[in-house]
């Protein structure tokens, strides 16, 4: 769990700097960099967690793997889509030509319309999140004060066949609920 928490730590941090990134590496490129000094240039300036995936796409190049691939491999480690439609713009501009610092500028835009976008579905379905925590612990605190102020008759919850019966189909319905209540305030885009 923990190597689950830091690894969609790492790749939402990476998602928050790859803007930066790609705006750095069109100012390169129209600088008059090459493709490799402009990623050497992010690599140097950037911060990790993109300053390190750029450095090991540079290690890479310098073992003797195609600047490309190396740029594969790192979209494969890193799972981002905007890095990934990045990556694939870099392999058709360098096979086919083209403007890379303008694509990159265009990436940049979308980007940053996904993610305000992004922000505006959160806010919008926070109240669903916070209805389904709610419903998931009301019948928690309900039962508590009912131990609280007549604990022999809630003992009949998990001392009788009835109680138990009832007691599981209880937490059955409230583990249900709580998911289908988060799953439909959940939006996928």
Same mark, same amino acid.
């Given at each position: 769990?923990?190597?689950?928490?830091?690894k969609?730590? /790492?790749?939402?941090?990476?998602?928050?700097?790859? $803007?930066?990134?790609?705006?750095?590496? +069109?100012? %390169?490129?129209?600088? !008059?960099?090459?493709?490799?000094?402009? @990623?050497?240039?992010?690599?140097?300036?950037?911060? &990790?967690?993109?300053?390190?995936?750029?450095?090991? #796409?540079?290690r890479?190049?310098?073992? %003797?793997?195609?600047?490309?691939?190396?740029?594969?491999?790192? +979209?494969?480690?890193?799972?981002?889509?905007?890095?990934?439609?990045?990556?694939?713009?870099?392999?058709?501009?360098?096979? @086919?030509? %083209?403007?890379l &610092?303008?694509?990159?500028?265009?990436?940049?835009?979308? @980007?940053?319309? /996904?993610?305000?976008?992004?922000?505006?579905v959160?806010?919008?379905?926070?109240?669903?999140?916070?209805?389904?925590?709610?419903?998931?612990? =009301?019948?928690? $605190?309900?039962?508590?004060?009912? @131990?609280?102020?007549? &604990?022999?008759?809630?003992? =009949?919850?998990?001392?009788?066949? &009835? !109680? #138990? =019966?009832?007691?599981?189909?209880?937490?059955? =319905?409230?583990?249900?609920?709580?998911?289908?209540?988060?799953?439909?305030?959940? $939006?996928?885009?």
């Amino acid at each position: 769990l923990i190597v689950k928490f830091m690894k969609k730590r /790492r790749q939402k941090m990476f998602a928050a700097q790859l $803007v930066d990134s790609l705006i750095m590496l +069109s100012n %390169g490129l129209r600088a !008059g960099f090459t493709l490799q000094q402009a @990623v050497e240039m992010v690599a140097q300036e950037a911060k &990790p967690p993109v300053s390190q995936e750029f450095e090991l #796409i540079l290690r890479e190049f310098h073992f %003797g793997v195609d600047l490309e691939t190396a740029m594969l491999n790192s +979209s494969k480690r890193v799972r981002n889509d905007d890095f990934d439609l990045a990556v694939t713009a870099i392999a058709i501009c360098r096979q @086919v030509g %083209g403007n890379l &610092p303008e694509i990159f500028d265009r990436i940049v835009s979308m @980007v940053r319309d /996904r993610k305000l976008i992004e922000g505006k579905v959160d806010a919008l379905t926070a109240q669903g999140r916070l209805q389904a925590l709610i419903v998931a612990l =009301l019948p928690w $605190v309900f039962a508590f004060f009912c @131990v609280k102020i007549n &604990p022999e008759l809630m003992r =009949l919850l998990w001392t009788t066949i &009835p !109680g #138990i =019966l009832a007691m599981a189909l209880a937490i059955t =319905l409230d583990v249900a609920g709580y998911f289908w209540v988060r799953k439909l305030s959940m $939006v996928k885009y």
